[in-house]
């Protein structure tokens, strides 16, 4: 079993920059893809950056170029760092683990992010 336990999120102004971090429990990590998700209210939940126990990332359109996603095996930490924040970057974001080779995953609790003047 994988806890994971979101942190980072809160209010900033457009164009400004958020990190987010997700710690991962257990001695598993480096067998973890892990990824950030994000709903906005009304919307569904939508894919934001993955990256895979080799370290290689993927990020949605929406924010390349703006999102990086990282992690650190040493502290089973994954962060995400925001910047050049828009209004519809607004939402929920979620931090999700998947277990190679197994169909197990683990969510989050999830940490809002409002980005507003």
């Known amino acids: 079993q994988v806890q994971l336990v979101e942190s980072g999120g809160g209010l900033v102004q457009p164009g400004g920059s958020l990190r987010l971090s997700c710690a991962a429990s257990?001695?598993?990590?480096?067998?973890?893809?892990m990824a950030w998700y994000r709903q906005a209210p009304g919307k569904e939940r939508e894919g934001v950056a993955t990256?895979?126990?080799?370290?290689?990332?993927n990020y949605a359109d929406s924010v390349k170029g703006r999102f990086t996603i990282s992690r650190d095996s040493a502290k089973n930490t994954v962060s995400l760092q925001m910047n050049s924040l828009k209004p519809e970057d607004t939402a929920a974001y979620y931090c999700?683990?998947?277990?190679?080779?197994?169909?197990?995953?683990?969510w989050g609790q999830g940490t809002q992010v409002t980005v507003s003047s």
């Open positions: 999700n683990a998947h277990e190679r080779f197994t169909t197990r995953t683990y």
């Open positions: 257990g001695n598993i990590f480096s067998r973890l893809s």
């Open positions: 990256i895979t126990s080799g370290g290689n990332a």
